[in-house]
């Protein structure tokens, strides 16, 4: 599921419907897993509703786990990302880098050479952010599923 909304800020969301049986009484329940993009920023969410036990909510600012992640790329597929063009500030795509994932500058680095080589894949919800963050301090990119280029 992929949700667009106008809210002052463009909204990014993508989402996974699980089932499985509740840890606490056993009975059947449903749950989301979700990525957005909420105030410009990366936010995951898990949200479990049990008939037995109500619902219960959590949710988290900044990238989300590994598990998450691989659950949103396994039912969506993955995103890509790629520089095209010459990048006048190189800085710029460490720091957009590091402000979307809250990496190491080494990490950050590993992330720009992805970006300019074979391109950065992730998430739809990443790349959307990656994308916007990048087009509004004038670098060019292009996004989406599959190669680019």
């Known amino acids: 599921m992929i949700a667009l909304a106008s809210m002052g800020a463009v909204m990014v969301e993508q989402a996974v419907c699980l089932s499985d049986a509740c840890e606490e009484c056993g009975g059947a329940r449903k749950g989301w897993?979700?990525?957005l993009v909420k105030s410009g920023r990366l936010r995951w969410e898990v949200e479990w509703e049990c008939p037995g036990c109500l619902v219960s909510?959590?949710?988290v600012w900044g990238p989300a786990p590994a598990h998450v992640r691989d659950l949103l790329i396994d039912r969506h597929g993955v995103e890509r990302l790629k520089v095209?063009?010459?990048?006048q500030k190189k800085g710029v795509l460490l720091k957009v880098f590091r402000e979307v994932f809250g990496v190491?500058?080494?990490?950050a680095q590993e992330f720009s050479r992805?970006?300019?080589g074979?391109?950065?894949e992730g998430t739809q919800v990443e790349?959307?952010?990656l994308s916007r963050l990048l087009r509004e301090r004038g670098v060019e990119v292009e996004a989406g599923s599959g190669a680019c280029g």
């Open 33 to 35: 897993v979700v990525q």
């Open 57 to 59: 909510h959590q949710w």
């Open 84 to 87: 095209v063009g010459e990048v």
């Open 104 to 107: 190491s500058i080494a990490e």
């Open 114 to 116: 992805n970006a300019t």
């Open 118 to 120: 074979s391109g950065y």
């Open 127 to 129: 790349v959307a952010l």
